[in-house]
């Protein structure tokens, strides 16, 4: 299947986003005096803007994409719910499982921006407003009845988890079996704590949590690619996809023994590494470059703790000037489940994040990409319908 192919199969794929919802709020003004009351600045505002930021923005970009998104989170009674709410039902989301919660405000994060006719304009301030309270029992039981009945309507699922308490361990143990149960796909985005996330088929995290997860520094590829099988086997899940910044991200699956005999059967030994070069604590079997058009990953077969885990590099392909990595993750994360959902392989759903991701980085602030975008960064690739 081609990438362009691929990118027609997300089109209309269902998927669930539970998590928590954050409204990025930005006031711009101009400074106009010094304030009579005290010794800082007068800014008369003039417009304001509200993003769809965290769980959202994963939301966002799913239905950009072309996915038909099932949305669920806890919102206050407010202005920035309102905001979110309408951002989403523009791009036809569901919101149906925003849970509303009179006595909380919705997770913001307001940026003041300030600048003058002949300044530039700069972030002078940022005020965020958050509960700190669990959720409330019957906002919990709310969103049980909304999982069970969206639950038997997607093909996938995301976690996205922003460290809030959105997430329950009653509503994670709902989906889980439910998803277990009925073979579908779930990735969890966690930015404090991956490990609460354990049998979750897919993981998502940058180098630096997958650092923090493990608990120690990972300074080479090796260590990464240590931490990284560490990690999978730690949780229990199919796959963990690690992102790295300028250098591409990192797919680890776990494969079957039968899996890994036929992929050395099919395969030749090249790049940097040798069949039987050993790491602390895991041998690899294997180290192949492979080239699918403008398209390369290496891979590298390991045997780890008695399992088969296939690892594939996959490295950035425009290396142009990177303007705000703000929600590149929610990106990643959104083009990988409705891959998932579509019956992607993992590797080439994970293809098409990276390129996905590259477009987001190209943008200023959080943003989203959308399928059109994606299909002509392919046919610069070279690729074709």
């Not at 039987?276 to 041998?283: H, I, S, V």
Request: proline share 2%; with cysteine.
């Amino acid at each position: 299947m081609t990438p362009l192919e691929a990118i027609e199969k997300l089109s209309g794929q269902p998927v669930l986003v539970l998590g928590d919802m954050i409204a990025d709020i930005y006031l711009y003004g101009t400074i106009a005096r010094i304030s009579r009351e005290a010794p800082v600045l007068v800014l008369e505002q003039s417009t304001e803007k509200i993003v769809a930021g965290g769980a959202a923005n994963v939301i966002n970009n799913g239905a950009t994409l072309g996915g038909r998104i099932f949305a669920a989170g806890l919102v206050g009674d407010d202005n920035a719910a309102k905001g979110l709410s309408g951002i989403l039902q523009e791009k036809s989301v569901d919101v149906s499982g925003f849970i509303k919660d009179a006595n909380r405000s919705t997770i913001s994060k307001t940026r003041i921006v300030a600048g003058g006719r002949t300044t530039v304009s700069q972030q002078i301030v940022r005020v965020d407003k958050e509960s700190k309270e669990p959720m409330g029992k019957a906002q919990e039981q709310q969103l049980e009845e909304y999982l069970k009945q969206v639950l038997p309507q997607v093909k996938g699922v995301v976690l996205s988890d922003y460290g809030s308490g959105t997430i329950t361990d009653k509503l994670l143990g709902q989906i889980f079996a439910y998803c277990q149960e009925h073979n579908i796909p779930t990735i969890v985005d966690s930015r404090y704590d991956i490990l609460r996330f354990k049998t979750v088929d897919y993981i998502k995290q940058n180098d630096a949590e997958l650092s923090a997860a493990i608990g120690r520094d990972l300074a080479t590829e090796e260590e990464l690619v240590q931490g990284g099988c560490e990690l999978l086997v730690k949780m229990s899940a199919k796959g963990a996809l690690i992102t790295r910044g300028e250098d591409g991200m990192s797919l680890f699956q776990i494969i079957s023994p039968q899996e890994a005999a036929d992929y050395l059967k099919s395969q030749e030994v090249s790049g940097s590494g040798e069949a039987g070069q050993f790491r602390e604590g895991l041998t690899v079997k294997l180290v192949v470059k492979r080239q699918t058009g403008r398209l390369s990953v290496v891979q590298e077969l390991i045997s780890y703790q008695d399992r088969d885990i296939l690892v594939s590099h996959i490295p950035v392909t425009d290396k142009s000037e990177v303007y705000d990595v703000s929600g590149a993750g929610d990106t990643c994360v959104a083009t990988v489940i409705l891959g998932l959902a579509a019956g992607l392989e993992p590797l080439l759903a994970c293809q098409l994040s990276n390129e996905a991701s590259g477009i987001a980085v190209r943008k200023m602030g959080t943003s989203v990409v959308y399928a059109q975008e994606l299909e002509a960064r392919f046919r610069q690739l070279g690729y074709e319908a």
